[in-house]
């Protein structure tokens, strides 16, 4: 009796320790969980902070405190504390910019993420497939001929879409299907032709009156921030994000390559094409309302990596988040730092240049995937 007893003992122990890591498991995962929503609470509350900060701050100083109240008074009755020209100065002129660098910075940012691991490179960004240059090439193109802003914003959208075509197309020579490498070369080679045709009509434009348009619009800026412009970026824009945002687990999946994708349940090609046409969508429009601002698709999603990890569930709204905060930021030194507002383009690169040499030695094993 004493040995069968011992005996049914010792397998109830093996079945409890058996049972014991699926739930150790299965409670670290909810650990994680909760971490990564806290960290995109954090990183939340970060970019409200750097919204009223950006919003206080110009040569007519807002007190923040006074900011955030403006801000509440638009959706709960509170007394009116601050002055009509301070509301005239917060609401009407530095609100649309806002909105506008949240858009474009969380957009980029996202964008940059999506196809880093589409192609698994941790070097792609947006301009990579083309479409930069393409929508570049409608903005200028609008310019040099004097359309007006409405014509400048079609223009580029238009054809942005234009070159991601061209890209596909080229992707698809010789083949039912568009292999990566063949979308990445595809993508170079129409960033050439549409960045030649940016210089042959800058060539040909007016160097009195077109031309200083023409490059500054090229360098990227938001000093024509409307709400108009902020309704014509947000609608690719964030229908480009709402697609990007419903696959992010699909990205996962197909982070894992086109086979181990396939045999998991996930069409690797369709949904490599669908997740092109949504950041497509968001480079072209926000190119259109802000020029071409690079190097955000390309260093914001690395911060965000060593933040939350590799895992696109958690990255790409923590991306959309830093994105938006960060180009904000940005824009608010860009107004501020001297009494002739610098191009957002060369602040980026200035920025982002030397902290992504950083991130490269100091993290190069925990910036891709932990490697």
Not at 11 to 28: C, F, K, L, N, V
Not at 254 to 262: C, R, V
Not at 320 to 334: A, F, K, P, R
Request: net charge positive.
């Amino acid at each position: 009796m004493s040995s069968a007893a011992e005996t049914s003992v010792s397998t109830e122990a093996r079945t409890a320790a058996a049972a014991e890591p699926p739930r150790t498991e299965e409670a670290g995962g909810r650990r994680q969980r909760l971490r990564d929503w806290l960290a995109l609470v954090v990183i939340a509350a970060v970019v409200v902070v750097i919204t009223i900060v950006a919003l206080a701050t110009g040569r007519y100083a807002v007190p923040p405190v006074e900011v955030a109240r403006m801000l509440i008074g638009q959706v709960l009755p509170i007394e009116q504390t601050w002055y009509p020209q301070e509301a005239a100065t917060v609401l009407d002129v530095r609100m649309p910019r806002v909105l506008l660098a949240l858009l474009v910075g969380g957009g980029l940012a996202l964008g940059g993420a999506v196809l880093q691991g589409v192609f698994r490179n941790p070097l792609v960004s947006p301009q990579v497939i083309g479409v930069s240059a393409g929508a570049s090439f409608g903005g200028v193109l609008a310019l040099v001929l004097g359309l007006g802003s409405l014509a400048l914003v079609s223009g580029a959208f238009l054809s942005g879409l234009l070159a991601l075509v061209l890209v596909l197309a080229i992707a698809r020579i010789g083949s039912s299907s568009a292999p990566l490498l063949m979308v990445v070369l595809g993508g170079v080679v129409v960033s050439a032709l549409f960045s030649a045709l940016v210089s042959l009509l800058s060539y040909l434009a007016d160097p009195y009156r077109t031309l200083p348009s023409v490059t500054f619009w090229l360098l990227g800026s938001l000093a024509t921030a409307s709400y108009g412009k902020v309704l014509v970026a947000a609608v690719p824009i964030l229908a480009g994000v709402a697609i990007s945002l419903a696959l992010r687990w699909r990205l996962n999946i197909l982070s894992l390559g086109e086979e181990d994708a396939a045999a998991l349940g996930v069409p690797p090609k369709a949904t490599r094409n669908v997740l092109l046409v949504a950041v497509s969508l968001i480079t072209a429009g926000a190119v259109a309302v802000s020029g071409v601002v690079g190097w955000v698709g390309l260093v914001v999603p690395h911060i965000c990596r060593l933040i939350v990890g590799s895992d696109h569930r958690v990255l790409l709204p923590a991306s959309l988040l830093v994105g938006g905060g960060y180009l904000l930021l940005i824009d608010t030194l860009s107004r501020s730092l001297t009494s002739s507002e610098l191009p957002l383009g060369i602040l980026t690169a200035i920025i982002g240049a030397p902290f992504f040499i950083v991130l490269l030695t100091r993290f190069r094993k925990q910036v891709w995937l932990g490697d």
